[in-house]
């Protein structure tokens, strides 16, 4: 079946300006993960969705930072005001309430110039 | 806080010799614990991972992982690689029961023929 789908693939955007990075889980899955993936440095984790619950957004590493989740499915993760330290893959997961293992999708790179 | 670390940012190693990918986590508490690998310009794969029982798992494309929770560890081997196996691979660690992966910085493995 279909895996986690991301778009664009790829992103340039002057400083300063706002982006929406798409992402559409695997159908099915409950859950949902925002990760950002710096040069030289491992995944980081920025938000998590689970069903109707309250997200947790303990990650995000800012207030420009933002992301929703409509109809439990399609997720949007909105930064504003782009800074050059935002440049990073943004990758998307998902995974089947109560399972462990998640399914990442291709990821957006970001380029802030 | 929980934190995975991976001590060779890089592995060079000739085709068919063999292979350890060292990962450490720091918990006392009960862990599930994963390898991901990422090839190039693609999302994250699940190799195998650990949740309960056997302390040694074996995973998909030849690879293994021995759980050892008196040296926290988690180390990923593959008796005889390929070039095939060249990418970047990641270990990943949640508290049991959570959903939270934290992830370590990666291991660069190149396979030289």
């Known amino acids: 079946g279909a895996g986690v789908s991301q778009s664009p693939s790829n992103k340039v955007t002057e400083k300063g300006k706002d982006v929406e990075l798409r992402c559409d889980p695997i159908s099915g899955h409950t859950a949902l993960y925002w990760y950002r993936q710096s040069l030289g440095q491992g995944l980081e984790f920025l938000i998590y969705f689970q069903g109707n619950s309250a997200p947790d957004k303990s990650g995000l590493p800012s207030d420009r930072f933002s992301a929703e989740r409509t109809g439990g499915s399609v997720s949007t993760l909105t930064i504003q005001r782009t800074q050059q330290e935002d440049s990073a893959v943004y990758l998307c997961?998902?995974?089947?309430?109560?399972?462990?293992?998640?399914?990442f999708g291709p990821g957006t790179r970001l380029t802030v110039t | 806080a929980q934190s995975v670390t991976q001590l060779d940012s890089q592995v060079p190693v000739f085709e068919e010799a063999p292979v350890e990918l060292r990962c450490n986590y720091s918990s006392s508490v009960s862990v599930y614990l994963f390898w991901y690998v990422q090839y190039p310009n693609q999302g994250l794969q699940l190799l195998l991972k650990y949740l309960s029982g056997s302390t040694l798992v074996k995973g998909i494309n030849g690879f293994e992982a021995e759980f050892n929770k008196s040296q926290t560890s988690f180390h990923l081997r593959k008796p005889s690689v390929h070039i095939s196996d060249t990418a970047e691979y990641f270990c990943a660690v949640s508290n049991s029961g959570t959903y939270k992966y934290i992830f370590g910085t990666g291991t660069r493995l190149k396979v030289l023929a």
């Open positions: 997961a998902s995974s089947r309430q109560g399972d462990s293992e998640q399914y």
